[in-house]
């Protein structure tokens, strides 16, 4: 029959797709970054707007020189409204869209595109900056103060003068720190919404944030501050769960989280960063690879191949 298209089982059928689910991950995101807004000022937009735009452009750029078509699919959107999200409410615009423009170039593009790159291009975008511009991406302003009168983070009171931030400041965003990282109640609004939509696996943010949780309080540390400081959050639901860069298997994404988990509690107790989350999801996505060798989903129908050590065994 002509148009036939034969294909083995299992055979489903749903009406989710790439750009659904994209644009899903952006109404998630919603929350805080309107957080983001509210306690940072309007200027906060213009840094939105110039990564996503820059974003897009260099993601257009790239798809033309490598012979492909560009596709609005959301990708690249949620890529410059993410690493917005991880700057400074005062980083200058330029530093942000060149941010956002190397993140899909050499993170995205450069590893043939949507599907194929092996980092969250987000966290790429954001370590280059830190790199590249270490003062002024720790540079931080107080909540309602919208001048240029700089303070230090909770995770930067805690590693230097092992001060801790209210609890209740921390869950609700009134601190300083990253656009959309400070209040966990927002983001964590948005990481339900997408574990009820099951478009995230909820095991990749419980063992990443559980992980950190646990190891803190075995070391006599505050595991609720830890928990809600920092970018934790931000990281545990939309970060450490894209598709493209964590494990496939639920195993897999156990193993994922609990070893973002201990290299953030490393970071945080013994390196020379009060943070460590962006470098965890970044070294946890160079073992996905790995990970997904060791821990592969079983194949319907196919049972395991009994190996015979002696003739008595048959």
């Not at 213009?46 to 993601?59: D, G, K, N, P």
């Not at 900056?129 to 309602?144: D, E, G, H, N, R």
């Not at 994922?256 to 999801?281: C, D, H, M, Q």
Request: with cysteine.
């Amino acid at each position: 029959m002509p148009g036939l298209i034969v294909s083995p089982a299992p055979h489903i059928r749903s009406d989710v797709s790439i750009e659904k689910i994209m644009y899903s991950v952006i109404i998630a995101l919603i929350p805080a970054t309107a957080c983001g807004v509210y306690f940072f000022g309007a200027h906060v937009i213009s840094i939105i707007v110039a990564c996503i735009l820059s974003a897009l452009c260099a993601e257009y750029v790239a798809l033309r020189l490598m012979g492909k078509q560009f596709v609005m699919d959301g990708s690249a959107i949620i890529t410059g409204l993410l690493l917005a999200l991880c700057l400074p409410p005062r980083i200058p615009l330029w530093m942000a869209a060149l941010g956002a423009a190397f993140a899909i170039a050499f993170a995205k593009c450069a590893f043939g595109g949507l599907g194929h790159n092996i980092f969250n291009p987000a966290l790429v975008g954001r370590i280059f900056l830190l790199a590249s511009w270490p003062v002024a991406m720790t540079t931080w302003i107080m909540p309602f103060t919208y001048d240029a009168v700089t303070t230090a983070t909770p995770l930067d009171l805690w590693k230097m003068q092992q001060i801790a931030t209210p609890h209740l400041n921390l869950a609700l965003g009134n601190v300083s720190g990253c656009i959309g990282e400070t209040s966990a109640v927002a983001i964590l609004i948005g990481g339900v919404f997408l574990i009820a939509k099951r478009y995230i696996d909820w095991r990749t943010p419980l063992s990443y944030i559980a992980t950190v949780g646990i190891l803190m309080l075995l070391l006599g540390q505050d595991p609720v501050f830890h928990i809600l400081a920092g970018g934790l959050f931000l990281g545990a639901f939309f970060m450490a769960t894209d598709y493209v860069t964590t494990p496939i298997t639920r195993e897999g994404r156990i193993i994922f989280g609990i070893g973002a988990g201990l290299i953030v509690v490393v970071i945080r107790l013994i390196g020379g960063y009060p943070e460590g989350v962006a470098f965890s999801i970044l070294l946890m996505n160079a073992f996905t690879p790995l990970i997904d060798r060791h821990v592969k989903p079983r194949v319907y129908g196919v049972k395991r191949k009994k190996i015979f050590t002696s003739p008595g065994d048959k």
